[in-house]
């Protein structure tokens, strides 16, 4: 099992970005994903899921209405829009695989920095 | 919303010693309660989950117990890569997830 984000990087306030997630090594489109954050020095922070299908999503309050979770099931990769970006979004974002349990994340990414500064 | 509460914030144990950290639930969440680790500039690593079971790959010295709203991540005989934070998690409702705020394990 392979995870890897791309698309961190510096993005102003109000500003928009897109992360993406490659996934490799299992059947994608049976497991649930997930993007968690974590700011510098801070604990973990889940942001949104996605199930298998890409039919039901979840936010968090503090993102819902401004970030975009989906997938492209052919493609083998996750996606996450975000928009309208505060400072308090500034962190390490990872994909994050479902377990068995579908109830915990059972794999990682290394993650991809998102800084937010004018 | 569920708060998941972590005690201690900070343990201080010698390798070979046993360590016991605490998460406690504001709500019932059943046994969706998973841990997980982390260490220094690494993504976390899923030790526990459903409570009890653990991930694969896991050594058997790591153990989670509990249910509804208190939980427990035992860890016998500390090895030098021990040392790192650990996360619980719950997903009681599929709508919503939690961490816990983590509790540092450090050498002492």
């Known amino acids: 099992v392979h995870l890897l984000e791309s698309g961190g990087g510096l993005v102003q306030p109000g500003g928009s970005k897109r992360l993406s997630c490659a996934v490799s090594?299992?059947?994608?489109?049976?497991?649930?994903m997930a993007w968690v954050r974590q700011a510098p020095g801070k604990g973990l922070d889940w942001v949104a899921s996605i199930s298998g299908g890409g039919s039901t999503t979840e936010y968090a309050e503090s993102v819902k209405g401004r970030f975009t979770i989906s997938r492209d099931n052919s493609a083998y990769t996750v996606t996450l829009e975000m928009t309208g970006l505060r400072d308090d979004d500034a962190a390490t974002y990872y994909c994050?695989?479902?377990?068995?349990?579908?109830?915990?994340?059972?794999?990682w990414g290394r993650g991809t920095l998102v800084t937010v500064s004018s | 919303e569920i708060v998941l509460t972590q005690s201690p914030g900070t343990l201080s144990l010698s390798p070979g010693e046993r360590a016991t950290l605490s998460c406690r639930a504001s709500q019932n969440v059943g046994s969706y309660l998973a841990w997980y680790q982390q260490r220094p500039g690494q993504a976390p690593r899923l030790l526990i989950y459903?409570?009890?079971h653990r991930a694969t790959g896991i050594p058997a010295r790591f153990s989670g117990s509990g249910s509804g709203t208190d939980f427990t991540l035992t860890i016998t005989s500390l090895e030098p890569d021990d040392f790192a934070v650990y996360y619980c998690q719950e997903r009681h409702s599929w709508t919503s997830v939690t961490f816990g705020q983590g509790t540092r394990l450090e050498i002492k």
């Open positions: 090594g299992f059947n994608f489109g049976l497991k649930a």
């Open positions: 459903d409570a009890s």
């Open positions: 994050a695989k479902a377990g068995d349990s579908s109830r915990s994340w059972s794999h």
